[in-house]
């Protein structure tokens, strides 16, 4: 009988990923222990939410790392060929989401939003005109849900002041009894 060998499997950028949202849910989870219910709540308390959140995601984690230990034979040969350039690839729609959250308050929900979309779509290999279109769709769209329909406060920027750059936003939202 021939023994199979097997080759160690590499860590690549989807379990880097997925480690990390391990750790930011068991944190989470832990924090979630220490919420002071206050004398008006309910029954259910403030940390029952959150609870419910970190176990369901700590959950999608371990169907997550079934999947890839049910998939090791055949992946095992492929993940051993990946070189390092490979790897950072697979960490690229890394990039938009940072640059999301460092433009969000300096220029504004909608031209962040619109930015964020651009950017992954490139990275994701759509062309520059469709992710143009999507970028202008959806960031006006996910705008105007949150600030008139849900008259939520959107962060609007200090670089970039949206009210400012686009000054019937405010008589639209005023009009609309906001």
Known sequence: MASKSKTPRAIGGENI???CFVALMSVYLYESF???PTLMSD???PSMFPQIIAILGLI???IYFFQQRSAGAEGAAEDGQRSLSDE???LAPIGPIVLYVLLLEPIGFL???AIYVLTAMLVYGRSVV???VYALGLSTSFFAIFYYGLLAQVPMGWFIDTER???FLVQLRRAMGG
């Open 88 to 90: 950072l690839a697979n």
């Open 165 to 167: 750059v686009l000054p």
């Open 43 to 45: 029954y259910v308390g």
């Open 17 to 19: 990923i997925v480690i």
């Open 111 to 113: 031209f962040a939003t």
């Open 130 to 132: 469709e992710s143009l």
């Open 34 to 36: 220490y919420l002071v």
């Open 60 to 62: 999608l984690a371990g």
